[in-house]
């Protein structure tokens, strides 16, 4: 139960932001220099897709079923237990986390590293990555209509289809002249990844932090995100495996859908927000978003040593 390094260098840019946001001409160019980084992140994305490991998860299609039903529709049915009297954006922001995708890269490590079925995570963590592309801004626009706001649905998929799924898709198509210099080169990459959220934090906070984010969110806004982030995790993860063990999946199917099914993407998320909604409600939007990719990583490192050590 330690923090991520990444969650502290997150923390760390935050604070760096809140200290010395860039403004005027150089938060415009610190806005160019995100675009180009995300579409590389995308691209890098699409690069690392490998369509062998697609195919071979593809027939266990009611695993499937269960992790995208998990993912796209019973987090947004949790929705109503987000209290209305939280600051409007931190409310919009728990109503954003619940529409995003699953995480890729980590649902496939902890999945691996509690002995589930791998191939049918690579599948199911994929599919929902691109899924989301499209899903997660119609589940916005329908849960943000529903509190009375407005979004401009049709505008944030072709701004995302435009931005993120076109560099996605230039990536996956380039794989087989990239395919093998991607695949031995993983942790640059991963570097590079980490390193293109950073950059999108940075501006995003920075542009907050000159709108004066800190007068509108306390400790007891964070406490708050903290507490309630536990409650729409917790109840994930027990409904994942009472549903596993209900439809009769066998204990790694079980462990896939358990780590794939309960996951929320920062790389996905944070670059999404900074698309769809204003420069400066992304920073706050994106807090509960940050806070519960620290809590699913803690708990479900714990999970995944438990049932490694059941296996054994």
Known sequence: MRLDPFT?????????ASLFPCEGQVAVWFGLLTKLAVALLFFMHGAKLSRQNLLAGLGHWRLHLVVMLSTFVLFPLLTPLVPSWLSPAIYLGFLYLCALPATVQSAIAF???AGGNVSAAVCSASASSILGIFLSPVLVGMMIHVQGEGIDTWHSIQSIMMQLMLPFVMGHLSRPLIGRWVDSHRPLIGKLDQSSILLVVYVAFSEAV????????GWYDLASIVLLSCVLLALVLCWNVWISRRLGFDKADEITIVFCGSKKSLANGVPMANVMFPAASVGVMVLPLMIFHQIQLMVCAVLARRYHEQGH
């Open 8 to 16: 502290v260098v997150l923390i760390a840019v935050v604070t760096l």
């Open 111 to 113: 999945t691996s590293m």
């Open 210 to 217: 000159v709108q004066g984010i800190w007068h509108q969110v």
